[in-house]
């Protein structure tokens, strides 16, 4: 009996072993016996799986198909014609094509999990997900490979369809809140409405302006941006309206301004809250009349603009202040939209860091599939005062120190792997437990899951680490 059978052999004898009480063990002297008894074998129970399972030797030759694999990859009927094949012209997937995901299983003796791979063959086109293992004799010699995979296209098709549902333009989100915006925007983008964008630092103001315009008439027009609290007063009115030659020094020349670049798209002012009280009065002009004059100049300048503008300040309140201009204001929110802060939402935080590990993905040329419960649980309790760009900051980060498929709690910024933990154990049902699992957790995640290191940190032994883990349900995340 070669390695391969004898590797077969002892997971048959395992499943027969325990199910041995219902055929007698009294009536069976050995395994072979059991066989006889219930009439089973290994392809039996590899037949009997739904998943497809290729098993690879070393030389790359295909050792054993199961019908599921064979039904997948429309070979349904060809028998045993693939055993003996090189594995790529068996499967031939994507996989295949950007280095074997088995021979990389059995160079790093890592296991691959969830990995996603394209696969056509006679016109069908399948997105399989697939778990590679290492197949060993009973001596522990690696002696091959095993790749587990199924088809998750209609799911991938699922996910895409979800996708286009909760998202607008390269906005994400399936928050209550956030289809209120999708909604509204829906509505004002085809109409020439000014609309004041209202949220904190960090929300997506920006990425909101810039939907409104292009799913607006004037999407083949400009889509002109200035960032008003960037300049001082003097030179965001400059910039607005332009100048002519001689207004001041350093104006050496005619110069268009941003309503001029916009004429006939849309102009947005980010933080306008910040223009002073003279630029106020020329802006209000320059909207409610549709003309103005460059700084230094004479000439009046028609102009076909659409003004969207956003803040982070509660305006309502600068004008009771007396900062802000109250025409002004209401010229400016003839349609107000409030987006919510992360912290509001945090149910849309899944969704927008798979969107973030796509885009680093492809930024990047990395290949970072998952995000493991522990970290995703980190991300979901902190509370994000920077907003989405601060998420969007933290997967990057992540990206930059993750060195496999997977982004665990140690891979994130320290900010988000220091949250109030006796709060969160307070509110537990068993607050002691819950402060000792979390304590092990973030000493591993610390230790980057070196036990011995983790044990000497927390002053307790090895053995002690592992009992505690067991009793507490702490396991490695998967890389």
């Known amino acids: 009996m070669n390695g391969q059978d004898n590797t077969l052999k002892q997971a048959e004898d395992a499943h027969l072993n325990a199910a041995l009480p219902a055929c007698g063990k009294e009536t069976a002297a050995n395994v072979s016996d059991v066989h006889k008894c219930l009439g089973i074998n290994s392809e039996m129970i590899l037949d009997s799986i739904a998943d497809g399972v290729v098993v690879i030797g070393l030389d ?14 429309g070979a349904a009927g060809a028998g045993d014609l693939l055993i003996g094949s090189r594995c790529s012209s068996v ?10 995901l088995v021979n990389t299983t059995i160079k790093t003796g890592e296991h691959l999990y969830n990995y996603e791979a394209d696969f056509e063959n006679n016109g069908r086109k399948l997105r399989l997900s697939i778990n590679t293992a290492l197949l060993k004799d009973r001596d522990g010699k690696v002696i091959g490979g095993i790749e587990i995979f199924r088809d998750i296209s209609l799911l991938k098709e699922l996910k895409d369809e979800l996708k286009g549902r909760y998202s607008f333009e390269n906005i994400i989100g399936k928050n209550w809140k956030v289809h209120e915006v999708f909604e509204l925007l829906k509505e004002v983008a085809p109409t020439k409405a000014a609309v004041l ?4 630092t960090g929300t997506g103001k920006e990425l909101i302006a810039n939907a409104i315009h292009h799913k607006s008439p004037r999407a083949g027009g400009p889509f002109v941006k200035v960032n008003c609290a960037a300049l001082s007063e003097g030179l965001l009115e400059s910039e607005l309206f332009g100048h002519v030659k001689g207004a001041f020094t350093g104006a050496v020349s005619d110069r268009a301004g941003r309503f001029e670049m916009a004429d006939n798209g849309t102009l947005f002012l980010d933080e306008v809250g910040d223009i002073s009280p003279h630029t106020q009065v020329k802006l209000l002009r320059a909207l ?14 028609k102009i076909n603009v659409r003004v969207i503008t956003a803040t982070n300040k509660d305006l309502k309140a600068e004008v009771k202040k007396g900062a802000f201009r109250e025409d002004l204001y209401y010229r400016l929110k003839v349609v107000p939209i409030r987006l919510p802060a992360l912290r509001q939402r945090k149910d849309d935080i ?130």
């Not at 599939?369 to 980060?397: C, D, K, Q, V, W």
Request: with cysteine; hydrophobic share 35%; glycine share 6%.
């Open 91 to 100: 499967l031939g997937h994507t996989g295949c094509t950007f280095g074997c």
């Open 350 to 479: 899944p969704l927008l860091v798979k969107y973030f590990m796509e885009k680093f993905n492809v930024a990047m040329g990395m290949e970072v599939t998952n995000i493991s419960p522990l970290a995703m649980e980190r991300l979901m309790e902190y509370n994000f005062p920077g907003n989405i760009r601060e998420l969007e900051h933290a997967i990057e980060h992540a990206f930059v120190r993750c060195q496999g498929k997977t982004i665990n709690p140690e891979h994130l910024p320290k900010d988000l792997q220091t949250s109030d933990i006796i709060s969160k154990a307070v509110n537990d049902a068993e607050p002691l437990k819950s402060l000792e699992r979390e304590m092990i957790i973030r000493t591993l995640g610390d230790t980057r899951w070196k036990f011995t290191e983790c044990a000497r940190k927390l002053r307790i032994s090895r053995t002690t680490l592992w009992r505690r883990m067991k009793d507490l349900r702490i396991e490695k995340p998967a890389r």
């Open 197 to 200: 964008i209202e949220g904190e």
């Open 60 to 73: 790359h030759k295909v050792l054993l198909v199961n019908r599921a694999a064979k039904e997948i990859m």
């Open 288 to 301: 409610q009349e549709g003309e103005f004059e460059r700084v230094g100049g004479t000439k009046t300048i």
